[in-house]
Each structure stands twice: as C-alpha cells, then as structure tokens.
Nanobody, 115 residues
Framework: QVQLVESGGGLVQPGGSLRLSCAAP????????MGWYRQAPGKQRELVAR???????NYADSVKGRFTISRDNAKNTAYLQMNSLKPEDTAVYLC?????????WGQGTQVTVSS
C-alpha cells in the first residue's frame, strides 16, 4: 500500500511549538505538491499549508505568520513548523501528496493545544 507517514504530534501548551514530519515514497514525493490539512471535531477538513515542488507556499489565514511548511527533497520529507500554538489549532493533522489528479494521504497525527 502507498502511504504517507506523519509524526511529531502531541500535547503542547498554548504558545508552544511542534514540528510535524511527513515521509513519502520517493516516486511520489519527487513531483508532488505537499500539503498539510487538519480536521477538528465538528469541523470540515481544511487546508493549513501547502508547498509545490518548486517551493512556492501558501497558508490558511488562521496560521499565517505562525506556521511554516517546508520540504527536504533529499529526504522525501515535508515539514510543518508550528509556533505560537493556540487551543483552536487542536486537530488531527494529515499530510497529503498530490501528483497530477491523484492524491495520497497519511494516517494523521493528533495535535492538542491545552493548558
């Protein structure tokens, strides 16, 4: 099975930081646009950040200035650095790789921001 593998989630206090990682098969990662999505209870899945193969990025307004998406093509890994975390950032974070019209998903990693 083709599967992305996320790591780095956990429990953090408001104002803290976490870095999420997403490892992908090289055959997918090479040309893929990588994205981080999140889904909180009672809400629809939303795009948090994405990065193209060429390094162009975009972010949801709610995380702009606090989160940074990046990729290491040598490691076939995408990252989401999350700073100044807020309770409303609490969600399951999922990694996505899009190659043309085909998307691949990870299993998700829980991020909980709470005092």
């Amino acid at each position: 099975q083709v599967q992305l593998v996320e790591s780095g989630g956990g429990l953090v206090q408001p104002g803290g930081s976490l870095r999420l990682s997403c490892a992908a098969p090289g055959s997918i990662f090479r040309t893929a646009t990588m994205g981080w999505y999140r889904q909180a209870p009672g809400k629809q899945r939303e795009l948090v950040a994405r990065i193209t193969g060429g390094g162009s990025t975009n972010y949801a307004d709610s995380v702009k200035g606090r989160f940074t998406i990046s990729r290491d093509n040598a490691k076939n890994t995408a990252y989401l650095q999350m700073n100044s975390l807020k309770p409303e950032d609490t969600a399951v974070y999922l990694c996505n790789a899009r190659v043309g019209g085909v998307g691949y998903w990870g299993q998700g990693t829980q991020v909980t921001v709470s005092s």
